[in-house]
């Protein structure tokens, strides 16, 4: 009796399974169709957090150089913290997309549970370290006394609340990695109104608000950010939409260690490769710190306008990340490639066109942001270089973000480490240390994307991603 009746239960638990996925446009149906139907949701998000860091640097920008400078310099640090939380969530991404592929829906909610252990636990060491050494690290960096003074403002409390973000950037991926990218738009849309209204508000003292210069910048993001986290809770329990949808807080918070370790499994090589790339901001921050505050300013004004332009490709990236996670797990792995093919040709179109925007209206887009006489010029000769690569970043991200929605984590960690680490941040500090203009450190910068694509590109064709497994613990 037993043994016809184990091999039943398999046979209907896994023709539930087909069943349940019929229902998935992401494993079924067009592959651009649904590409676009969980992307183009993600990328209006995007603009919209980019459109919000504009509008930060846009009023930040009137406050002088100092302030400019003070807040490139402090991002960076932040950027620096939060690779950790980073690797959190793209490990997170792959789990709950795998899951949900498979049809193995009652493991999201225990994936939540334990993403948000390990994301808390970083964060509360995140909020140590800004609450008592913001001003011992922008000191390290080399910033000026004023642009220290100034920076401190922004870091610490940016850093104590980094907590709100995490759990807002854990919530997010959980809803997207299910193909519902809509509702985190929506309340994204409320969280950037917000911010946008309280952000000159409280840098400039407008209305009721007290004048807090760049300090309001850090209290208006972690207003809006605490307010997107409670629309998201809501919407998890009172939408009638989701009733009945995995996506919970789970009734019983239970650990399982081995599903935790998975997770760190997967989020270190991605924090690695974060980090690395944030350590790469903040070592050239460094060293363009050495042609003076306008160059700081003017990296940090391009940086901005950089992130803009990439919003599309981040968009359909994280699209192509959900894509391959779920078709893995549905067992179609030649949908998941097909859908790789489709974001790349997007992206490297897109991106060219761009740079080449960029390389038109640079002085235009630089002098909107206040940039000025010596950060205007430098800020004209990184937009002049720079934007000349972005067309092959915008393929080698593609192709990062698939195999990182493969669970598979190690080649963008291999990428940043050669690119960008040794190549761009070593060559660039032997350049300035040996007297070259600043013209030298851009052409470094864009060199160092070939190499990053070159990486990408070969443990991509390599294929191992296709076969990576993931293990989602309970009953495996």
């Known amino acids: 009796m037993d043994k016809i009746s184990a091999p039943q239960t398999a ?3 896994d023709g539930s399974a087909k069943e349940a996925r019929k229902g998935n446009f992401l494993t079924e149906g067009n592959v651009l169709k649904a590409l676009l139907i969980v992307a183009l949701p993600i990328i209006l998000s995007n603009l919209l957090q980019s459109v919000l860091e504009v509008v ?8 002088g150089d100092n302030a400019i400078a003070a807040g490139t310099m402090s991002m960076s640090v932040i950027m620096v913290l939060m690779t950790v939380i980073f690797g959190v969530v793209t490990a997170t991404a792959a789990f709950v997309s795998r899951a949900y592929g498979s049809a193995k829906y009652e493991r999201i909610q225990i994936i939540l549970a334990h993403s948000l252990y390990v994301a808390i636990g970083l964060s509360i060491i995140i909020a140590v370290i800004g609450f008592f050494f913001s001003e011992n690290v922008l000191v390290l960096l080399g910033a000026d006394p004023e642009v220290v003074a100034e920076g401190v403002k922004y870091l610490r409390p940016a850093l104590t609340g980094i907590f709100i973000m995490v759990i807002l950037f854990i919530l997010t991926t959980v809803f997207q990695s299910t193909g519902d990218s809509r509702t985190p738009m929506f309340v994204m849309i409320a969280v950037n109104l917000i911010n946008i209204a309280l952000n000159p508000s409280l840098i400039q003292g407008l209305w009721i608000f007290p004048e807090c210069g760049i300090a309001g910048s850090a209290y208006a993001t972690l207003t809006s950010r ?12 009172l939408l009638p939409s989701k009733k009945n949808s995995p996506i919970k807080f789970p009734k019983k918070w239970t650990f399982e260690p081995k599903l ?13 490769q974060s980090g690395i790339r944030s350590f790469a901001f903040v070592g050239m921050t460094a060293v363009i710190a050495i042609y003076g505050t306008a160059a700081v300013a003017a990296y940090g004004i391009c940086g901005r306008l950089d992130m803009l332009g990439f919003v599309l490709v981040m968009g359909l990236c994280t699209g192509v990340s959900v894509m391959v996670g779920q078709n893995l797990g549905a067992g179609k792995v030649e949908r998941a490639e097909k859908s790789v093919r489709y974001a790349v040709i997007i992206n490297m179109v897109f991106m060219a066109l ?29 937009m002049q270089i720079v934007p000349l ?3 092959i970043i915008a393929a080698a991200m593609t192709m990062g973000f698939a195999m990182n929605g493969a669970g598979m984590t190690r080649p963008g960690m291999y990428s940043a480490l050669a690119g960008q680490l040794i190549f761009q941040v070593g060559l ?3 350049l300035v240390f040996t007297g070259h203009p600043i013209e030298h450190i851009w052409i ?8 990053v694509f070159a990486f990408d590109f070969f443990f991509y064709k390599l294929g191992h991603w296709k076969t990576n497994k993931l293990h989602l613990g309970g009953e495996e």
């Open 11 to 13: 046979e209907n638990a």
């Open 56 to 63: 930060d640097m846009y009023f930040i920008g009137h406050l």
């Open 226 to 237: 605490a307010l997107g986290v409670i629309l998201l809770i809501a919407a998890m329990y």
């Open 260 to 272: 935790l370790l998975n997770i760190v499994m997967v989020a270190i090589p991605s924090a690695i």
């Open 354 to 382: 761009v740079g080449a925007a960029y390389l038109i209206f640079a002085p235009h887009l630089l002098e909107i942001f206040g940039a000025t006489a010596d950060s205007l010029s430098i800020g004209i000769s990184f």
């Open 389 to 391: 690569s972005y067309f």
């Open 428 to 430: 660039s500090a032997y």
């Open 444 to 451: 470094t910068v864009a060199f160092s994307s070939v190499i």
